[in-house]
Antibody, heavy 114, light 107 residues
């Protein structure tokens, strides 16, 4: 069974950092690109970042470029989102998603507030 | 960036009704589009991939059509469990972009 388990969210002050993790199981991790998508409270879905199967290419939405870094570890079947210089507007539930969006994690809440 | 214009933003419908939701892309995206259903407090669930292919396990009352810039999600006979918010997603070009969402409510 395919499973994606998101973790690492929490409360952080503006300007702070947080690292999200997504642990994958039930499929060949190295065969799929991976993504992070977020949803601010009461708002729609926003794609944040993607990483190719071998980690050679990463893509970001403009609003997080230079602040967020997506990475993956095939030995641990995990994908990460390092979030630096966090802003109040980064407050959202963050989901990891496999490939073209066929499977999603349960999400982890990031709250940026003083 | 490719803009996805989804309509309507909300609709009220009754059980058994036929419901149609549309997404228009600001430029051609071939069939690189998926449709998602999201219920409150839950992760999105993909219903349709490649614009018209039904995700495994999804009821056949859901269908998708379109290619290029115009796409449609149809629910042929609305069921109580279908009341939710629906989104389209284009993955043709980075940055990927979602439609604004359509909230389907009970009439």
């Amino acid at each position: 069974e395919v499973q994606l388990v998101d973790s690492g969210g929490g409360l952080v002050q503006p300007g702070g950092s947080l690292r999200l993790s997504c642990a994958a199981s039930g499929f060949t991790f190295s065969s799929f690109s991976m993504n992070w998508v977020r949803q601010a409270p009461g708002k729609g879905l926003e794609w944040v970042a993607s990483i190719k199967q071998d980690g050679s290419e990463q893509y970001y939405v403009d609003s997080v470029k230079g602040r967020f870094t997506i990475s993956r570890d095939s030995a641990k079947n995990s994908v990460y989102l390092q979030m630096n210089s966090l802003r109040v507007e980064d407050t959202a539930v963050y989901y990891c998603a496999r490939g073209l969006g066929g499977f999603w994690g349960q999400g982890t809440l990031v709250t940026v507030s003083s | 960036d490719i803009q996805m214009t989804q309509s309507p933003s909300s609709l009220s419908a009754s059980v058994g009704d036929r419901v149609t939701i549309t997404c228009r892309a600001s430029q051609g995206i071939r069939n690189d589009l998926g449709w998602y259903q999201q219920k409150p407090g839950k992760a999105p669930k993909r219903l349709i991939y490649a614009a018209s292919s039904l995700q495994s396990g999804v009821p056949s009352r859901f269908s998708g059509s379109g290619s290029g810039t115009e796409f449609t999600l149809t629910i042929s006979s609305l069921q109580p469990e279908d009341f939710a918010t629906y989104y389209c997603l284009q993955h043709n070009t980075y940055p990927w972009t979602f439609g604004q969402g359509t909230k389907v409510e009970i009439k």
